[in-house]
């Protein structure tokens, strides 16, 4: 669209019939030259001239054809007199006046033929115009490289000929096909010196066209300094002249900086403004830019629902207008943001169809762009093979249009699909490739990318010397442009190779200095770039892992147990990425030792010292010597992170339990009111069995008609596992009253209470609770002052789209709250169906100690925008707008009745569990009860008036009133039976639950209860 900007720019130049002023006066104001005198070649040329008036004034009444017919007919007989000075602007008039796209290759046959007289009769002038129109014209498809073949052998002529207005379009129209190819600095060097001729001629038309190209090339080198510099004077010049395209392409100019500079709001702003304008003035193209920029600063806010709303937008206006190009790259976004999302069998359907459409309408370029994301999302899907293939392909292109942006991306992208694939030989040819060319383009984040991947490739191949000194190099580099995440990067990997090579202790320092700076980024991670963002979100867990593993080899429990805790807070953070968090930056403690040998190591680098055994022995020695020493002092220290002793000296008769899953390892660690951490390796449990156990455990457990032996089995395994041996002689010479769990990964969907030793359920014998930290109120009380708590009940009955009828819902509320009623137990209100909605929800919370939501619900492991609560209306609630719940401050209960999480498939982790208790907890409720999977209405009914039962007539804690009813379900004593008793309507749902038994786990063992268990 750029490109036909500057052409259209050009034609009032070079346009003949009204639109070439140059082309009038230089050759046609005094008529054609003069031809030889005999009467009948005067004739012939006289008949000529008519044909060509004729023609003339025929296109200027919009008679194309028959202009068209006319001139050509002109054409014919200057060729038959032989007058090749006519025959060359006749040619020229045709190439500049015929623009039907039907005769596209007719036009540019017309225009090199105009060429071939001009350069014949050394008419340097129109050789130069003819060149520059031939350069427009392909700029105008999209061919930059065969524009860039004539524009700058015109631009020669031009100056040549000192004619100031000619060099001026032709500088600009280089400089737009060089943003086209992303070079960038051409690009600004070439609109640079067409604004400065434009300025001399007092040429605001062109002007206001140059000022908006110029910023957006400087916001594509990343100088958003500039790039405002000559945005905003774009902006005004616009608005002074009225010129509505102008405007809209100004304010996009302006969002695209300001989101470069993370400036989302900001943006949005400037988004928005240009997408009213393009309405009104009913400009489709721009219209779809905006739309596109509000998707991306949305994006980068974390509002994916948003983000999807005006990609979709774009997308579906692309369609209408038929703008295939658009309507590609639309696809293409939208296909990248499934990809961030984690739905990447969405994104490659979006993305493929993206291709077909650019392959279809043969947009090359454009085809090297979304093969380019192809690459990437069949990269984050462990599919190397087929990423090889797309990034192949895009480089391809990228070559064949000189496009050194869509070359580093695709260099890099083939290097780290070698490295997937473990080529580590290829990786490097590749990334050294990508090295070169990022330092000749000046592109500071494709050199660090390649000195970091060259870095894993080397180690890869066991070069650990080379492949340190690379990640200190991507580390200098990172701080001399202040980019954090570099340097959490190259501090992570140096740390991977140090523990590659038995030095444990080395990379535990680094890996310690690796998550203080994750820990500094955690408020501004999405305001990373977006591939910094994908490494963050991929690499950041498994950082934190390894440290807890090296930890606990080495015997530092204490140090553990505060990565564990930091690793579930940044995995609820990252489920609820769309919000900030207000905690305050956390940092783990270093020892005195640990922080002289990073002193040291920052003196070598500051040095430029390669790290060679060399250099690496006094950072590395002090750290050896002092082993013993640094493990004895770090578990002595008292460490507020994640330190247990304020929930087990209120609980003292609890015992924590731990847990972490690392590849093949998995380990326990328990910890008592003492403060006595024990931690151990369960032998033999690799992750991938401990995977395929949970998942058959659920399925088991999740249906009512499974064989209860064939689950106690596999429970009973699991049990063995999350209770080692070592635990159950501890618990049995030491009997606790309850059990507190912290658990990781994929242990996170086991129902402890359903966990079975061979002669028990685990609820039978104890209170169990989870925690997603140890950071939890114990001190609040469900009833402080000793009055019975208020609960606000919330509930759905009706079936919608989807969703089956919740039909004891309704007497589930009335049995459990008094409103109005002697009925129930607490006092409260009751807010049902169409009275349930989010405003019910958010404007009535304040007063109520309990909140009680029964309700359909699931909590999606792959997309925190597809979780969700069905409210009485039928609408869906977004777990994301919990967010807003600012008053939640005195809920010390939220239960989510009738909802689930399913485990439905291999590399889930449970993250999205400590993500929805968390949403909760962290705006001020002290504990949840939530169910792990689609539950009975009538067990769940009745399970919950006894739970509540529990804790009105007695003394029992939360945890204490959900164990019993538990155990009076596993012992028969509440069955159909006396779910009939409060039921509105039938006692379960026809063949989901039997008639006559509620002893199966399914029905008692699917809640479990987060946070504060008092």
């Not at 066991?462 to 200190?472: E, P, S, V």
């Not at 529990?950 to 379900?969: E, G, H, I």
Request: aromatic share 8%.
């Amino acid at each position: 669209m750029r490109s036909k900007v500057v052409a259209s720019g050009l034609s009032i130049v070079l346009g003949l019939a009204g639109v070439s002023a140059i082309l009038q006066g230089r050759a046609f104001a005094n008529g054609f030259p003069e031809v030889a005198a005999a009467q009948s070649v005067e004739a012939r040329k006289a008949e000529a001239l008519r044909l060509l008036q004729q023609g003339i004034q025929q296109y200027q009444s919009k008679q194309t054809d028959a202009a068209l017919q006319s001139i050509l007919q002109s054409l014919s007989i200057y060729r038959e007199i032989r007058d090749r000075k006519s025959e060359g602007l006749v040619l020229l008039l045709l190439g500049t006046y015929d623009n039907n796209p039907a005769r596209q290759a007719k036009k540019f046959e017309y225009l090199e033929q105009a060429l071939v007289i001009a350069r014949e009769l050394k008419e340097r002038e129109n050789e130069g115009i003819i060149l520059a129109m031939l350069g427009a014209s392909y700029s105008s498809l999209e061919n930059r490289v065969k524009a860039l073949e004539y524009l700058e052998p015109a631009l020669v002529i031009a100056r040549e000929r000192k004619d100031q207005k000619l060099a001026q379009i032709i500088l600009g129209s280089l400089g737009l096909a060089y943003i086209s190819l992303r070079n960038y600095d051409r690009a600004v060097e070439y609109l640079e010196s067409s604004l400065v001729i434009a300025r001399e001629l007092k040429d605001g038309n062109s002007e206001m066209m140059i000022l908006p190209q110029l910023g957006t090339a400087y916001s594509y080198i990343g100088d958003m300094t500039n790039a405002i510099k000559y945005l905003e004077p774009g902006l005004s010049l616009a608005r002074e002249k009225q010129d509505k395209s102008g405007e809209i392409l100004a304010l996009i100019g302006l969002g695209n900086s300001n989101l470069s500079l993370d400036r989302y709001e900001k943006s949005i702003e400037y988004y928005q403004q240009s997408l009213t304008i393009a309405r009104v003035e009913k400009n489709q193209l721009l219209e779809l830019l905006a739309l596109g920029g509000l998707g991306g600063a949305y994006a980068n806010l974390g509002n994916y629902d948003k983000a999807i709303e005006f990609h979709e937008q774009s997308l579906t206006i692309a369609r209408e207008s038929k703008n295939r190009l658009m309507e590609g790259y639309g696809l293409n976004n939208l296909g990248s943001l499934y990809a961030t999302l984690g739905d990447y069998p969405r994104a490659i359907d979006n993305q493929k169809k993206g291709l077909a459409i650019m392959q279809e309408i043969k947009s090359r370029q454009s085809e090297g762009i979304v093969l380019s994301s192809l690459g990437s999302t069949h990269y984050s899907t462990g599919n190397y093979d087929e990423s090889m293939k797309y990034y192949q392909q895009s480089l391809e292109i990228s070559r064949e249009f000189r496009d050194k942006s869509l070359e580093l991306r695709s260099l890099g992208g083939i290097g780290i699909a070698y490295f997937g694939l473990k080529n580590y030989t290829k990786g490097i040819e590749y990334q050294e490739q990508s090295l070169v060319a990022s330092r000749i383009a000046k592109s500071t984040t494709g050199e660090g990318y390649a000195l970091g991947h060259l870095g894993q490739n080397n180690q890869g191949l066991g070069n650990y010397t080379k492949a340190i000194d690379y990640y200190r190099q991507g580390l200098t580099l990172a701080k001399e442009i202040n980019y954090p995440e570099g340097q959490r990067l190259a501090l992570d990997r140096m740390a991977s190779a140090w523990k590659a090579q038995k030095k444990p202790e080395l990379a535990i320092t680094f890996y310690k200095q690796s998550v203080n700076i994750a820990e500094s980024l955690r408020k501004n991670v999405r305001k990373l770039p977006r591939e910094a963002q994908e490494i963050y979100t991929s690499s950041i867990a498994s950082t934190y892992r390894v440290l807890a593993d090296l930890l606990l080899t080495q015997g530092r429990s204490r140090e553990a147990q505060s990565i564990l805790e930091l690793l579930k807070v940044q995995e609820a953070s990252g489920y609820e990425k769309a919000q900030e968090t207000n905690s305050s930056i956390v940092q783990l403690p270093l020892h005195p030792i640990e922080t002289q040998a990073l002193q040291a190591f920052e003196k070598t680098i500051a040095s430029k010292q390669p790290l060679t055994a060399e250099t690496l022995n006094p950072i590395e020695q002090p750290l050896t010597q002092n082993r013993d020493r640094i493990t004895q002092d770090m578990n002595a220290m008292p460490i507020a992170i994640g330190n247990p002793q304020a929930v087990l000296k209120a609980n003292p008769n609890a015992l924590l339990i731990q847990n972490l899953v690392i590849n093949d390892k998995l380990w326990v660690l328990w910890t008592n009111a003492s403060g006595n951490t024990k931690a151990i390796v369960v032998p033999n449990v690799k992750q991938t069995q401990l995977d395929e156990t949970v998942k058959t455990f659920r399925s088991q457990i999740g249906d009512p008609r499974s064989n209860l032996n064939t689950l106690k089995a596999t429970s009973t395994q699991l049990y063995n596992w999350l209770i080692p041996t070592e635990l159950q002689a501890e618990l049995k010479n030491n009997p606790k009253q309850q059990l507190l769990f912290s658990l990781d990964h994929v242990t996170r969907y086991i129902p402890v209470a359903a966990l079975y030793d061979g002669n028990q359920y685990l609820a039978q014998r104890y209170t169990l609770s989870n925690l997603i930290t140890v950071d939890i109120d114990v001190r609040d009380r469900l009833s402080p002052d000793g009055s019975a708590p208020t609960i606000l009940g919330l509930g759905t009955t009706q079936a919608y789209p989807g969703f089956s009828e919740l039909p004891n819902v309704k007497a589930e509320l009335k049995a459990i709250v008094k409103d109005n009623t002697d009925l129930g137990i607490y006092p409260g209100k009751i807010q049902l169906d169409n009275a349930f909605t989010a405003n019910s929800l958010s404007q009535n919370l304040d007063p109520y100690r309990v909140l009680h939501i029964a309700t359909h619900g699931s909590f999606n492991p792959k997309s925190i925008t597809a979780s969700f609560l069905l409210l009485g209306n039928g609408d869906r609630l977004p777990i994301t707008s919990i967010a807003s719940l600012k008053n939640l401050t005195n809920t010390h209960l939220v239960v989510l009745s009738a909802c689930e999480t399913g485990l439905s498939g291999a590399g889930q982790d449970g993250t999205e569990i400590s993500g929805i208790g968390g949403y909760f907890l962290r705006r001020g409720a002290k504990s949840v009860l939530a169910s792990l999977w689609s539950v009975n209405d009538a067990s769940t009914a009745l399970l919950m008036q006894q739970f509540y039962q529990n804790l009105s007539q007695s003394k029992l804690t939360k945890a204490q009133s959900l164990q019993k009813v538990q155990q009076d379900f596993i012992s028969g004593k509440f069955t159909a039976k006396e779910a009939t008793t409060i039921r509105a309507v039938r006692p379960y749902i026809e063949g989901q639950a039997p008639p006559d038994s509620f002893v199966h786990p399914y029905f008692w063992a699917p809640f479990t209860l987060t946070g504060n268990p008092n």
